[in-house]
C-alpha cells in the first residue's frame, strides 16, 4: 500500500524554522517526484517545491526561493522541507505527494497525497 505521512508542522513566529518529513512508503522515492504543496485559508493549493531523483532536478515556487531548501533521504524513505524565516503568509496546510518519475506541473498530476500537516507562523 502506497502511503505518505507528513509531520513536523506546528505554531512558530514569523523568522522561526520549521522541518516538515514526509515519510513515504509501499513505493521507492527514486521512482516519483515528491513535491511540497500547501493550501492557506482562502486559498488556492499552491506548489511549494519539488524533488525528483529520476532527472536530479530540484524546484521551488518564487516565494520560497532562499527560505525554504527540500532534500531526500533515501535510506529512511523520507522527503524533507526545512522551512527557515518564515513568514505569516506561510501559513498554510502542507501536504506531500508523489508524482510518477518526475515532478510535473499541477497538483492533479500527483497520484498519490498525504493527509497534511498545519504550518501556522504568527506575527
Not at 26 to 45: A, C, H, S, V
Not at 95 to 119: K, S
Request: net charge neutral; glycine share 14%; hydrophobic share 30%.
Amino acid at each position: 500500500e502506497v502511503q505518505l505521512v507528513e509531520s513536523g508542522g506546528g505554531l512558530v513566529q514569523a523568522g522561526g524554522s520549521l522541518r516538515l518529513s514526509c515519510a513515504a512508503s509501499g513505493f521507492t522515492l527514486d521512482d516519483y517526484g515528491i513535491g511540497w504543496f500547501r493550501q492557506g485559508p482562502g486559498k488556492e493549493r499552491e506548489g511549494v517545491s519539488c524533488i525528483s531523483k529520476s532527472d536530479g532536478r530540484i524546484y521551488y515556487v518564487d516565494s520560497v526561493k532562499g527560505r525554504f531548501t527540500i532534500s531526500s533521504d533515501n535510506a529512511k524513505d523520507t522527503v524533507y522541507l526545512q522551512m527557515n524565516s518564515l513568514k505569516p503568509e506561510d501559513t498554510a496546510v502542507y501536504y506531500c505527494a508523489a508524482a510518477n518519475r518526475r515532478c510535473r506541473t499541477g497538483w492533479f498530476l500527483y497520484e498519490y497525497w498525504g493527509q497534511g500537516t498545519q504550518v501556522t507562523v504568527s506575527s
